[in-house]
């Protein structure tokens, strides 16, 4: 499914991601972990190809080049992200961009009240995160990257996200990053890593690494 070999990134000189070694099989899910800096959105932007310039080594989704892709064509390919800040489009408005996806929005995401606002413009925290999810249930893409969809959520917008999202990652492929990890309450990893500097330092089972992280207190 996705192969990642050799994958470094440098910004101004600075190492950002050294030697990463990752493999996801179809269906597993893996949990990204590390303090702040330590390269876990520089490797989701990396393979979403947000960030090109300075990277090197191999990425394959299904046996295809990633870095080789453009943007679009790594969405066409399988590839959705969830960003940590989703984007503002204050000219389009979730139901304009509804018309352009090939699956129907889902209903219980409750997004029909403010489904003809900007993308982004004038909505809470928790309404933006809500349309990024939209977006990625309309997309189904192979391979999600989730970058702190769970961050400054309320009790009432996590549970709702954390519960739609863990129905919709049943049977998929996600890398996830959440430094407060409490999404893990919903979507249950197999696997996990932690990076260090931008180098994987640990890999494996998912409670066993969350344990380790946990008590090397990296938070």
């Not at 959105?41 to 190809?49: E, I, N, P, Q, Y």
């Not at 892709?69 to 399988?78: C, H, P, Y």
């Not at 004038?122 to 970058?147: T, V």
Request: glycine share 10%; hydrophobic share 45%.
């Amino acid at each position: 499914m996705l192969t990642i070999e050799d994958l470094s990134l440098t910004i101004d000189d600075r190492l950002v991601l050294n030697q990463v070694n990752l493999s996801l099989a179809k269906g597993q899910k893996l949990a990204l972990l590390g303090a702040n800096g330590s390269g876990k959105t520089s490797l989701l932007r990396v393979l979403a190809g947000l960030i090109t310039e300075q990277v090197t080594g191999q990425v394959r989704l299904d046996g295809r080049d990633l870095l080789a892709l453009s943007i679009d064509e790594r969405v066409r390919a399988g590839l959705g992200l969830i960003y940590q800040n989703p984007p503002i489009l204050p000219d389009v408005s979730l139901h304009q961009l509804a018309e352009f996806l090939p699956n129907a929005l889902p209903t219980n995401l409750q997004i029909e009240a403010f489904g003809d606002r900007g993308l982004g413009s004038g909505l809470s925290g928790g309404e933006k995160k809500r349309l990024e999810l939209a977006q990625m249930i309309a997309l189904q893409p192979k391979l999600w990257l989730i970058d702190e969809l769970d961050a400054g959520l309320d009790a009432s917008n996590l549970q709702k996200i954390g519960q739609i999202l863990a129905e919709q990652l049943a049977d998929k492929t996600a890398i996830i990053v959440s430094h407060n990890q409490r999404i893990f309450e919903f979507v249950k990893p197999d696997l996990a890593v932690i990076l260090r500097a931008g180098r994987l330092v640990s890999q494996g089972n998912f409670a066993e690494i969350m344990a380790q992280y946990r008590g090397c207190d990296e938070t």
